[in-house]
């Protein structure tokens, strides 16, 4: 017996990397599943390939699980309809959809070109955009449903370098919230996962000196894909209904929950404000209480257990 038992999923991305490892951990958890993966390059500039998707498909059905396979893109959500319907037609429905597509393009925002900007948001949030419009409604009306998007240290923290990758990641955790607030009364959940593995979208960070290469080697061997899936399935589970509107990360054999923004200090002045007065007053006694310009590695300085 499997925590998916009778269960259909779909995940995207899912030729390697996170996708992969929670594609064929659904079937051995007992989903059937659809898994897509454009077979493109990390960059998204390609046209991409079917037979990555249908390598992990063929994995899940040689190990004796059901799956399928789709090599369409979740930025165009006429195929992201398809998708839907086509694992409901080879499987007769759906109950949870893991969303991990991505690409990388990197580069300072000073330099940064619209087209990189563009295919970015494209593929992560019009990507998560598309798979839930697509299918909400179904799971709405069946009051049964799960999403699993991710997000990603460089929105909630920040990284250098990454100010498209940051901002489509954030706009996906604005997204899964209010999918999980609408989604309440109808046992549709959503949640997101800030996952910490070695993929080859890590693989593509530039290793610039020795501390660097250290810390890549510590990630390659503490964190792995295979981690990161086991928290995506547990959130599509039934028996995991208590789970929606939350942020998460998975880092090594560690499972984080992210505060969410909350007020952390005000102040009030009868007579109202100056940009002045703000300035003498307001921001000096707020200072101690700024978030810091520091990156993941500051918020998580210590080896992954």
């Known amino acids: 017996m499997?925590?998916?038992?009778?269960r259909v999923l779909i995940v995207t991305g899912g030729a390697g990397g996170i996708g992969k490892e929670c594609a064929l951990l659904a079937a051995r958890e007992g989903a059937k599943v659809l898994v897509n993966d454009l077979g493109g390059g990390l960059s998204g500039g390609?046209?991409?390939d079917a037979g990555p998707a249908e390598q992990t498909a063929h994995e899940i059905r040689a190990a004796g699980g059901q799956a399928i396979s789709n090599a369409d893109s979740v930025a165009d959500m006429a195929s992201v309809r398809a998708m839907v319907e086509q694992a409901r037609?080879?499987?007769?429905?759906?109950?949870?959809i893991i969303n991990p597509a991505g690409i990388l393009r990197d580069g300072m925002f000073h330099k940064m070109n619209d087209d990189d900007w563009d295919a970015v948001i494209a593929v992560h949030l019009r990507g998560?955009?598309?798979?839930?419009?697509?299918?909400i409604g179904l799971f709405r009306d069946q009051q049964d449903g799960a999403y699993v998007h991710f997000t990603s240290a460089s929105g909630l923290i920040g990284n250098i370098g990454q100010a498209n990758y940051a901002a489509a990641k954030l706009?996906?955790?604005?997204?899964?919230?209010?999918?999980?607030?609408e989604g309440a009364a109808k046992n549709v959940r959503s949640n997101i996962i800030a996952p910490f593995a070695w993929t080859r979208m890590i693989g593509s960070i530039p290793v610039k000196d020795e501390a660097s290469a250290q810390r890549v080697a510590r990630m390659k061997n503490a964190m792995r894909a295979d981690q990161v899936a086991q928290l995506a399935v547990a959130l599509c589970a039934p028996s995991a209904k208590d789970a929606s509107g939350q942020i998460f990360?998975?880092?090594g054999n560690e499972v984080v929950l992210f505060s969410q923004p909350r007020p952390v200090r005000s102040v009030a002045r009868l007579e109202g404000w100056t940009p002045q007065t703000l300035i003498d007053?307001?921001?000096?006694s707020m200072k101690a209480s700024f978030t810091d310009l520091g990156a993941s590695a500051s918020v998580f300085p210590y080896d992954a257990v």
Do not use: C, E
């Open 89 to 96: 037609d080879a499987f007769g429905g759906l109950h949870a």
């Open 171 to 181: 706009g996906v955790m604005g997204l899964s919230r209010i999918v999980a607030m």
């Open 2 to 6: 499997g925590v998916l038992d009778g």
């Open 281 to 284: 007053l307001a921001l000096p």
């Open 249 to 251: 990360a998975a880092r």
């Open 46 to 48: 390609d046209a991409g």
């Open 128 to 135: 998560a955009y598309n798979v839930t419009r697509a299918s």
